[in-house]
């Protein structure tokens, strides 16, 4: 079973930046692809960046222009680049394979507010 840890969340005023991590126990962004993910209160997960095995990159066009993602696949690790951020924007940010699996982190929270 993998293990995911996701840090970098935080409380951000809007139109500012954050920058989330996500390191896995193994190796499986190189294998499978990474996303991120986010569910707001009350709300379904939903994807907010995915990049596939192959390079190809998914952005839902609420984040697009706004959100970055990358990897690091010597180092297992997932990067969310967070800018012009919204109070829309506020959940808890989970990183996974992408499509993904069943197996989640504990996620870290964002929280965008004046």
């Known amino acids: 079973q993998v293990q995911l840890v996701e840090s970098g969340g935080g409380l951000a005023q809007p139109g500012g930046s954050l920058r989330l991590s996500c390191v896995a126990s193994?190796?499986?962004?190189?294998?499978?692809?990474a996303g991120w993910y986010r569910q707001a209160l009350g709300k379904q997960r939903e994807l907010v960046a995915g990049?596939?095995?192959?390079?190809?990159?998914n952005y839902p066009d609420s984040v697009k222009g706004r959100f970055t993602i990358s990897t690091d696949n010597a180092k297992n690790t997932v990067y969310l680049q967070m800018n012009s951020l919204k109070p829309e924007d506020t959940a808890a940010y989970y990183c996974n394979v992408f499509p993904p699996t069943e197996s989640w982190g504990r996620g870290t929270q964002v929280t965008v507010s004046s």
């Open positions: 990049i596939t095995r192959s390079g190809a990159i």
């Open positions: 193994r190796s499986i962004f190189s294998m499978y692809g």
